[in-house]
């Protein structure tokens, strides 16, 4: 889906960007998304330019910028010990990652951040506390600096290094007067 006003036509082909399929010897090596993350900032590549990793069980691909495109193919050969082949497609071959969830319905005393955060990661608050004044947490891909900040259902939630996570659903209070969430963090 584009965002464009309805007097402009697009093409795909506006936006400037490369599909690569990276092939390797599947049967020798396993390739992370930190591995062809490193391998790209290796070769002195600013994170802007370059956007989409997907790892999946049929392809491996990456969208970078056009205007960096040919460097890339030159230049990036091996990720970790797996010598790799780039191979432009179209960007209508695209895969979707599947969003995986794994569920768990866990209670809160209330729906402040460092409260959530705490029970979902199974972290105590003196822990969470330093992450969130760090600004290592973002709701709804926003920063959010503030211990107190309530969490709704719906929102999502990034730790740096701990992964995504979203609240599903509010259920309800327990009899004790504790919040009840279903969650859902990235696989």
């Given at each position: 889906?584009?965002?464009?006003?309805?007097?402009?036509?697009?093409?795909?082909?506006?936006?400037l960007l490369t599909l690569f399929s990276i092939d390797y010897p599947v049967k020798f090596v396993t390739l992370e998304h930190r591995d062809?993350?490193?391998?790209?900032?290796?070769?002195?590549?600013?994170?802007?330019?370059?956007?989409?990793?997907?790892?999946?069980?049929?392809?491996?691909?990456?969208?970078?910028?056009?205007?960096?495109?040919?460097?890339?193919?030159?230049?990036?050969?091996?990720?970790?010990?797996?010598?790799?082949?780039?191979?432009?497609?179209?960007?209508?071959?695209?895969?979707?990652?599947?969003?995986?969830?794994?569920?768990?319905?866990?209670?809160?005393?209330?729906?402040?951040?460092?409260?959530?955060?705490?029970?979902?990661?199974?972290?105590?608050?003196?822990?969470?506390?330093?992450?969130?004044?760090?600004?290592?947490?973002?709701?709804?891909?926003?920063?959010?600096?503030?211990?107190?900040?309530?969490?709704?259902?719906?929102?999502?939630?990034?730790?740096?290094?701990?992964?995504?996570?979203?609240?599903?659903?509010?259920?309800?209070?327990?009899?004790?007067?504790?919040?009840?969430?279903?969650?859902?963090?990235?696989?």
């Open positions: 889906m584009r965002l464009t006003p309805s007097y402009l036509e697009t093409t795909i082909e506006d936006y062809i993350l490193g391998a790209m900032m290796n070769l002195g590549i600013k994170r802007d330019k370059f956007g989409d990793i997907f790892i999946g069980e049929e392809a491996t691909q990456i969208i970078v910028a056009t205007e960096i495109a040919d460097y890339i193919e030159m230049n990036l050969q091996t990720i970790g010990k797996a010598t790799v082949r780039l191979n432009r497609i179209s960007l209508s071959e695209h895969i979707k990652p599947k969003d995986e969830w794994d569920e768990s319905t866990v209670t809160v005393s209330s729906m402040r951040l460092d409260v959530v955060i705490a029970q979902m990661y199974k972290l105590s608050r003196t822990k969470v506390t330093p992450l969130i004044e760090k600004g290592l947490v973002k709701v709804n891909w926003k920063i959010v600096d503030k211990t107190d900040f309530l969490i709704a259902e719906g929102d999502y939630i990034s730790v740096r290094t701990f992964g995504r996570a979203r609240i599903l659903a509010i259920e309800g209070m327990t009899k004790k007067e504790k919040y009840r969430i279903r969650l859902g963090r990235k696989r």
